[in-house]
Structures are given as C-alpha cells and as structure tokens.
C-alpha cells in the first residue's frame, strides 16, 4: 500500500513533529486538531524547527517551504477520509482517544491503518473500540520527533501481520528505527523509563537532593544526556502521572505508585516546559 497522505491527530509537541518527519520525507499531511490556535502553535514549531535546521545548514530554504506546503491544516476529524494512514496523537487520556478511533473507523477508507502514538494505554482496548480491530496498532514516537530515532510499533491481540508490516515500513520510510514490543502497560520504554523518573522524583520529595544535583549524578555518573528531571519537563508532567497511573493500575504493584510531588505539581499547573514552570522554571 502505498501512503501518499498521512493524517495526524493532534497538533502539540509529538503530532506536530510527526507530521514534520513526514511532510520531511515527501508525505502530504493533514494535521489535525480542535482548535485553530492549538493547529497554528503546532506549524509554528515546525517552522521553528525547520529554521533552526536551516541555519544549521542541514536543509536549505527551499527545502522547508517544500516540507511545510505538505501539512495542511484541518479542524474537522471528517478531513481523514482522504488520508491513506492515521497517527493519533492526542493528550494521553483513554476516554478521549477511544472516542477518536470510534470515530475515525467510520470517517477513514475501508483498509485503512489507524495507529495510536499512546505511550502507555493498551491497543487492545483501543482496537476494540472500532470495527477494524486488525487495523489498529500502536506506533509510538520518542520526543522530540525529528531527532529521535525509535518507534515502538506495538500490536494489540487483534491486528493483523499485514499491518505491522506496513506500519513497520512506513516506520522506515520516516527514516525511523521500528520496534516491536507487546501489549502490556508502558510497553517497554515508558515500563523502563518512567519508574526512574518517578524515583528522581521521590528523591526530591524526600530531600535526598536538589534538582539539579539530581539531574548532574544522573548525566555525568550514568553518561545519560539529560537529567531525569529535566527530562520529565520535556515530557510534560501531565503525561508522566497519566503513564505512572496506568503502570500502576494496570499491574497492580505498588513500585509504580506516582510520586504524591509528581500529583501536587499536576494540581499546581505545573508541567513543565510547555506550562513555564515544572522542577525548573523556563
């Protein structure tokens, strides 16, 4: 099947670099999201990113007004009838996106693949939401998009072998790295990933040390390139207490209880970059 146009559902930081890497490798894009402003913030990222590309010399000019005349812009979920592919990548919330896919099943074209960028919640759940249980699969992408090379490709109980191959191959069409991992909570980045983020956390909570010494023991004892902390503001709080949660409900063990900070800077408004203040302020 060849995906000349893919469609993407939700314009913030992770949709918005989908439709970048797409739009950046020769795809048409119809991003999608509910409100002008969250579309507009969403090409303006891109515009900024490809910018910055551009002065890294990495592309030229021309080059980004090529990739940026391919996302069109849509408010009205009815626009995915012409798209050949669905990434969605709305906020991290089960309700939601069930309700997406129940309404994309009837929107899209017969065959068509609708994929879920959730960092956590089952596939299985969300496939049966539809009529195309074999068309559903997770096709989750690391932030910041453009840079990043993994894409864990995860298969609910129903879908087919045809669609992990195609979700597999547009993968490395993106220039992206697939990753099969099973259905469970978390998958396995966010099942690896969140728990130590949630420990820095609780180490913070319970005065073992400030943020940012924390985030340095992390960086120059563990060679790794950001700070736990620093990397749960780029994350967006908010996304890292929705993941611990269903961790820890869907396992059912108390390790991967959400640090009772992590809640009490959600409630605050705190999270992170996007909101101007996390553990840091920006």
């Given at each position: 099947?060849?995906?000349?146009?893919?469609?993407?559902?939700?314009?913030?930081?992770?949709?918005?670099?989908?439709?970048?890497?797409?739009?950046?490798?020769?795809?048409?894009?119809?991003?999608?999201?509910?409100?002008?402003e969250?579309?507009?913030r969403?090409?303006?990222?891109?515009?900024?990113?490809?910018?910055?590309m551009?002065?890294?010399?990495?592309?030229?000019?021309?080059?980004?007004?090529?990739?940026?005349?391919?996302?069109?812009?849509?408010?009205?979920?009815?626009?995915?009838?012409?798209?050949?592919?669905i990434?969605?990548?709305?906020?991290?919330?089960?309700?939601?996106?069930?309700?997406?896919?129940?309404?994309?099943?009837s929107?899209?074209?017969?065959?068509?693949?609708?994929?879920?960028?959730?960092?956590?919640l089952?596939?299985?759940?969300i496939?049966?939401?539809?009529?195309?249980?074999?068309?559903?699969i997770?096709?989750?992408?690391?932030?910041?998009?453009?840079?990043?090379?993994l894409?864990?490709?995860?298969?609910?109980?129903?879908?087919?072998?045809?669609?992990?191959?195609?979700?597999?191959?547009?993968?490395?069409?993106?220039?992206?790295?697939?990753?099969?991992?099973?259905?469970?909570?978390?998958?396995?980045?966010?099942?690896?990933?969140?728990p130590?983020?949630?420990?820095?956390?609780?180490?913070?909570?319970?005065?073992?040390?400030?943020?940012?010494?924390?985030?340095?023991?992390?960086?120059?004892?563990?060679?790794?390139?950001?700070?736990?902390?620093?990397?749960?503001?780029?994350?967006?709080?908010?996304?890292?207490?929705?993941?611990?949660?269903?961790?820890?409900?869907?396992l059912?063990?108390?390790?991967?209880?959400?640090?009772?900070?992590?809640?009490?800077?959600?409630?605050?408004?705190?999270?992170?970059?996007?909101?101007?203040?996390g553990?840091?302020?920006?």
């Open positions: 099947m060849d995906i000349k146009t893919l469609g993407v559902i939700g314009a913030g930081q992770m949709g918005s670099g989908i439709a970048q890497v797409a739009a950046g490798n020769g795809i048409s894009v119809i991003m999608n999201d509910i409100k002008e969250f579309v507009q969403g090409f303006s990222a891109v515009d900024g990113s490809l910018s910055r551009v002065k890294k010399q990495s592309i030229s000019e021309d080059e980004k007004k090529a990739v940026l005349s391919r996302i069109k812009s849509s408010l009205s979920l009815k626009d995915m009838a012409g798209a050949d592919f990434v969605e990548a709305a906020t991290e919330n089960e309700s939601l996106k069930l309700k997406i896919f129940q309404d994309l099943d929107i899209c074209k017969q065959g068509v693949i609708l994929s879920s960028n959730t960092s956590s089952s596939i299985t759940k496939a049966a939401a539809t009529k195309r249980p074999d068309k559903v997770g096709m989750h992408f690391m932030n910041p998009v453009p840079l990043m090379k894409v864990e490709i995860i298969r609910g109980l129903a879908t087919s072998e045809q669609t992990f191959e195609l979700t597999r191959d547009l993968s490395l069409k993106l220039g992206k790295t697939p990753v099969p991992a099973n259905d469970f909570p978390g998958f396995i980045s966010n099942r690896i990933l969140m130590m983020l949630n420990e820095a956390i609780y180490a913070l909570f319970e005065g073992v040390g400030a943020p940012e010494d924390i985030d340095q023991v992390m960086k120059l004892g563990m060679n790794h390139p950001m700070g736990p902390l620093a990397l749960a503001d780029l994350i967006g709080l908010d996304t890292c207490l929705a993941v611990m949660k269903v961790l820890h409900s869907g059912g063990d108390p390790k991967y209880r959400p640090c009772p900070l992590l809640i009490k800077y959600m409630d605050a408004g705190w999270l992170g970059r996007k909101s101007g203040r553990f840091y302020k920006y």
